[in-house]
């Protein structure tokens, strides 16, 4: 079955960066598309940007051009999203999607808190 | 970019009653080479992750369901749940996925028993 795994809660000061896994199985890898999504504490959903694991091509949404870097790698099945520069506002729960049609399966979720 | 807006924010319904979410973009999301609307739905309960409903606007994913129907084209879509149960309390989003550069959501329906 299709699983996505992602790296347990963060917790970072405002300035630092965070780097968030995301292991795929049950399909093959290089076949979809990854997308990432964010959500803080009661507000909606907030969609980063994407990754082709074939092509490593990426596209981000224009808010994070510059803070984010999606990348992967292909031998362990794993997508990896970067943010940098964090800042009290970046604390949320950070999804990964495998993109079908869409965003079809999803990952549990990845608390980073930034707090000084 | 595509905004997406919903209605209402919030809904409370009778169990066995029918509950209706209105979504709307600010741009047709219905791409003319293949006539498909470029729209899905999400439910999320409390601490899990979104659960992909529709998509194509009104192609449920499988496992889904019949209870959940959606419907529109162009700008304005639903989702209707014809006879709520006590398991489809849940915030529901819209998406479009018609932009690549931006796959926006909706701000979310809470969906409530009355």
């Known amino acids: 079955q299709v699983q996505l795994v992602q790296s347990g809660a963060e917790v970072k000061k405002p300035g630092a960066s965070v780097k968030v896994s995301c292991k795929a199985s049950?399909?093959?890898?290089?076949?979809?598309?990854i997308n990432w999504v964010r959500q803080a504490t009661g507000q909606g959903l907030e969609w980063m940007g994407w990754?082709?694991?074939?092509?490593?091509?990426?596209g981000y949404a224009q808010k994070f051009q510059g803070r984010v870097t999606m990348t992967r790698n292909t031998s362990i099945s794993t997508a990896y999203m970067e943010l940098s520069s964090l800042r009290s506002e970046d604390t949320a729960v950070y999804y990964c999607?495998?993109?079908?049609?869409?965003?079809?399966?999803w990952g549990q979720g990845t608390l980073v808190t930034v707090s000084s | 970019d595509i905004v997406m807006t919903q209605s209402p924010d919030s809904l409370a319904v009778s169990l066995g009653e029918r509950a209706t979410i209105n979504c709307k973009s600010s741009?047709?999301?219905?791409?003319?080479?293949?006539?498909?609307?470029?729209l899905a739905w999400y439910q999320q309960k409390p601490g899990q992750p979104p659960k992909l409903l529709i998509y194509?606007?009104?192609t449920r994913e499988s496992g889904v369901p019949d209870r959940f129907s959606g419907s529109g084209s162009g700008t304005d879509f639903t989702l209707t749940i014809s006879s709520l149960q006590a398991e489809d309390v849940a915030v529901y989003y819209c998406?479009?996925?018609?932009?690549?550069?931006?796959?926006?959501f909706g701000p979310g329906t809470k969906v409530d028993i009355k």
């Open positions: 741009q047709s999301v219905l791409y003319s080479s293949n006539n498909k609307n470029y």
């Open positions: 999607a495998r993109q079908a049609v869409t965003a079809d399966y």
């Open positions: 990754m082709n694991p074939n092509s490593g091509n990426t």
């Open positions: 049950g399909y093959t890898f290089t076949s979809y598309d």
């Open positions: 194509w606007a009104s």
């Open positions: 998406q479009q996925y018609y932009s690549t550069l931006l796959f926006t």
